[in-house]
Nanobody
């Protein structure tokens, strides 16, 4: 069992920055990959899946990003603090969403996956709102 708790969301103006954190507990943090996804209420009501944002491997040596955030967002992890971060810069109104962190306990050590269904545990989410 893994427990994930996100924090750091809030309201920011276009062009601003936020850093999200996700604290993990329950299993050896350095032995699983982590990802960030996001969802908007409208897309959720329309039955759309959560959108992949970024992912990072066990050691942090491999990362992947959605094209929409590449160059603006950075995922990182601290395996001593059992925490994964998402640094978000140059925020846009279309980044407004609930952001979820997720743990992938089954992929091998330097593998990262973009697929929602490969993740085994999810946090409750943190709201990010970017005003125009």
């Amino acid at each position: 069992q893994v427990q994930l708790v996100e924090s750091g969301g809030g309201l920011v103006q276009t062009g601003g920055s936020l850093r999200l954190s996700c604290a993990a507990s329950g299993r050896t943090f350095s032995r699983y990959a982590m990802g960030w996804f996001r969802q908007t209420p409208g897309k959720e009501r329309a039955g759309k899946e959560r959108e992949f944002v970024a992912a990072i491997s066990w050691s942090g040596g491999s990362t992947r990003y959605a094209d929409s955030v590449k160059g603006r967002f950075t995922i990182s992890r601290d395996n001593v603090k059992n925490t994964v971060y998402l640094q978000m810069n140059s925020l846009k109104p279309e980044d407004t969403a609930v952001y979820y962190c997720a743990a992938d306990l089954t992929s091998p050590s330097e593998w990262v996956t973009l697929t929602l269904y490969d993740y085994d545990y999810w946090g409750q989410g943190t709201q990010v709102t970017v005003s125009s």
